[in-house]
C-alpha cells in the first residue's frame, strides 16, 4: 500500500530564513504527490502536486518541491518563510491507480514554528 | 469558484441526537469525500462518492451514513455517536476522471463535539 513518512513532527525556523520539509513515499510505480497546508482549525489547502514530468514543481504562496525517485522522497522547500507560513503541513499520496476518484493518504505531519 | 462550503462550523451533540453536516460545491466536480481528522493527526478517508454514488466506504461504522443528493451536495447523517467520533469533519471535491481525481479542493471542516 501505498504510504507517506513526514519524519520531523516540529520544525522551527527564524522568519525570512530557508525551509526545507521532509517526505519520503513509499510506492512501487510513480506515486501521486501532494503538499497541503493547514492553518489551526481550517481546512486543507493544496500547495502543490507532482503526477509526472518535469521533478521540480511551482506551488502557490512561493512554495516549491523536488521528487527525487531515487531516495523516494518529495521534500518541500521555501527560500525565505514569513510568520504567515506558520501552520501543518501534510505530505498525501493518491491511494489509487489514476482511473478514477480515491483518496488520499496524508503523512503525520510537520508542524512549522516561526520565530522572530 | 474553488470554494467548498460546509455547514455546520460547530456542531455540539448528545450520544441520543441525531444531527447530519453538509457539505457543498460549484466547481462542477463529480466525486466528493469524507475525511474525518481527530486532533493533531491527519485527516483519514472515509468516504468517496463518484458521480452521487457511494464508491468508497472505509468500514466506518454504520453510526456514520453518508448520502450525495446531488452532484453539489454531499451529507453526513449521524446517530448515536460516541465520544471518540469528535474529530474535525472534512469534506472534499474533485473531478473524476484520470490524474485530475486526485486534485482534492477541501472546505473549512465541521467541528463536532460528542457530548
Known amino acids: 500500500a501505498q504510504s507517506v513518512t513526514q519524519p520531523d513532527i516540529h520544525i522551527t525556523v527564524s522568519e525570512g530564513a530557508s525551509l526545507e520539509l521532509r517526505c519520503n513515499y513509499s510506492?512501487?510505480?510513480?506515486?501521486?504527490l501532494f503538499w497541503y497546508v493547514q492553518s489551526p482549525g481550517q481546512g486543507l489547502q493544496l500547495l502543490l502536486k507532482?503526477?509526472?514530468?518535469?521533478?521540480l514543481v511551482q506551488g502557490i504562496k512561493g512554495f516549491e518541491a523536488e521528487f527525487k525517485r531515487s531516495q523516494s522522497s518529495f521534500n518541500l522547500r521555501k527560500p525565505s518563510v514569513h510568520w504567515s507560513d506558520a501552520a501543518e503541513y501534510f505530505c498525501?499520496?493518491?491511494?489509487?491507480?489514476?482511473?478514477?476518484?480515491?483518496?488520499?493518504?496524508f503523512g503525520k505531519g510537520t508542524h512549522l514554528i516561526i520565530q522572530p | 469558484d474553488t470554494e467548498v462550503t460546509q455547514t455546520p462550523k460547530h456542531l455540539v451533540m448528545g450520544m441520543t441526537n441525531k444531527k447530519s453536516l453538509k457539505c457543498e460545491q460549484h466547481?462542477?466536480?463529480?466525486?466528493m469525500y469524507w475525511y474525518k481528522q481527530k486532533a493533531k493527526k491527519p485527516p483519514e478517508l472515509m468516504f468517496v462518492?463518484?458521480?452521487?454514488?457511494?464508491?468508497i466506504n472505509e468500514s466506518v461504522p454504520s453510526r456514520f451514513s453518508p448520502e450525495c443528493p446531488n452532484s453539489s451536495l454531499l451529507n453526513l447523517h449521524l446517530h448515536a455517536l460516541q465520544p471518540e467520533d469528535s474529530a474535525l469533519y472534512l469534506c472534499?471535491?474533485?473531478?473524476?476522471?484520470?490524474?485530475?481525481?486526485?486534485?482534492?479542493?477541501f472546505g473549512p471542516g465541521t467541528r463536532l463535539t460528542v457530548t
Open positions: 472534499a471535491s474533485s473531478q473524476d476522471w484520470a490524474e485530475s481525481s486526485y486534485e482534492q479542493y
Open positions: 510506492y512501487g510505480a510513480t506515486p501521486y
Open positions: 507532482y503526477f509526472s514530468g518535469d521533478t
Open positions: 498525501a499520496v493518491a491511494t489509487g491507480s489514476g482511473g478514477g476518484a480515491d483518496g488520499l493518504t
Open positions: 466547481m462542477g466536480h463529480r466525486a
Open positions: 462518492y463518484s458521480y452521487e454514488k457511494l464508491s
